[in-house]
């Protein structure tokens, strides 16, 4: 008898269980990046469900000599014919700073491209978590 109150517990977990694993299969994965003079590219996938807006914070990690931050961002699409978006910059150099973009709509997938701007000194910036919007805000 202890043995069938056991497993019709466990039976009674499966189902929440697997809307768990589902619900994480589902979820976007948080998008962070971090640039550096030596590898100043990196990419974010964007979700298949076409976002309208971008919310992309920046945040320098090293600067000890305050120069200048400045991001390039371009989408990607599946054809691989890159569309630059917007250049931001952190001013002051040492503050972070949140962005907001208009996404055009590209048919298929379509990737984040992140590009630090050359620059003379020693950096560390980073980008994220990238979250998206899919409404007109209000």
């Known amino acids: 008898m202890r043995g069938s109150a056991n497993s019709s517990r466990v039976d009674r977990l499966w189902p929440l269980v697997a809307a768990s694993l589902l619900l994480l299969a589902a979820a976007p994965i948080d998008c962070v990046v971090t640039l550096t003079p030596s590898a100043s590219r990196a990419t974010c996938a964007l979700p298949d469900d076409h976002p309208l807006i971008v919310h992309i914070p920046i945040q320098p990690v090293e600067n000890p000599g305050r120069v200048p931050i400045n991001v390039r961002i371009g989408l990607l699409p599946e054809n691989g014919t890159r569309m630059p978006l917007q250049s931001v910059s952190l001013f002051p150099s040492d503050r ?34 990238v979250t998206y919007q899919y409404e007109e805000p209000r």
């Open 96 to 129: 972070p700073g949140a962005f907001v973009l208009r996404l055009p709509h590209t048919p298929g997938t379509a990737q984040l491209v992140f590009e630090l701007v050359p620059n003379a000194g020693h950096l560390v910036v980073r980008v994220g978590p």
